[in-house]
């Protein structure tokens, strides 16, 4: 079974600097890699997906991801965050053939952005 | 908008009480989702489902049922509360029945329910 880590439960950072959140997976198979924004007394929403080809994904609101087999990792980053960033984030990944197409979760990464 | 409706969106009970969440959408997928979020453990799946009676359990389904009698109602049920079951309640849906090019497993998320078993 697939497993996903997030290696950073907080992640405080000033308004207008770069900020990277961690996701690493492990899976011997092919995978579907996604990452989800929960702004606060909110639903999940899709930031960016990852399905096959170009290894770096461009998503909403100027977050991008980068895709790396070998390390097993899907690095989530914007070059400058805002305030209105500041939420959780969630790392997931989903076996893409002969599965049930189930996502499992990272527990989550707070990304808390300082004026 | 996928037009998932979650009800009630908070609830207080007492242990040992009987309570049912409802996840309503408008637009028939057939896959459909409960989940709970508790801090420290991120989405844990309950129990899914892939049609009209057609149910699986998740990770987490000790202590909770679920029914599908329509399409659009999947209904997550607690026989008898606990406060180990006071959480963060979320349904989805998914776009797999869309097609082979939709079936990435990209889920769609209600707004959640607040449970709090006291």
């Known amino acids: 079974a697939q497993s996903v880590t997030q290696l950073d439960s907080q992640v405080p950072v000033f308004e207008e600097a770069p900020v990277e959140l961690r996701c690493n997976y492990s899976s011997s198979v092919s995978v579907y890699l996604f990452w989800y924004v929960q702004y606060p007394n909110q639903g999940l929403q899709l930031l960016l997906k990852?399905?096959?080809?170009?290894?770096l994904v461009k998503g909403i609101n100027g977050f991008e991801a980068e895709f790396n087999k070998s390390q097993t990792s899907f690095h989530l980053r914007k070059p400058s965050v805002h305030i209105s960033d500041t939420a959780e984030y969630f790392c997931?990944?989903?076996?893409?053939?002969?599965?049930?197409?189930?996502?499992?979760f990272g527990r989550g990464t707070s990304l808390i952005v300082h004026p | 908008d996928a037009g998932i409706t979650q009800s009630p969106r908070h609830k207080v009970t007492e242990t040992g009480t009987p309570v049912t969440l409802r996840c309503h959408q408008t637009e028939n997928h057939r896959y459909m989702y409960w989940y709970r979020q508790d801090p420290g453990h991120g989405l844990r799946l309950i129990h899914y489902s892939y049609g009209v009676k057609d149910t699986d359990k998740g990770e987490v389904s000790d202590g909770y049922s679920v029914s599908r009698s329509k399409t659009e109602d999947f209904l997550l049920t607690l026989e008898s509360a606990t406060s180990s079951q006071t959480s963060v309640y979320f349904c989805?849906?998914?776009?797999?029945?869309?097609?082979?090019?939709?079936?990435?497993?990209?889920?769609?998320f209600g707004e959640g329910s607040r449970l709090t078993v006291l």
């Open positions: 990852y399905l096959s080809g170009s290894t």
């Open positions: 989805a849906i998914s776009l797999r029945d869309r097609g082979i090019t939709m079936t990435t497993g990209e889920l769609f």
């Open positions: 997931a990944v989903i076996i893409a053939s002969g599965g049930s197409y189930i996502p499992t």
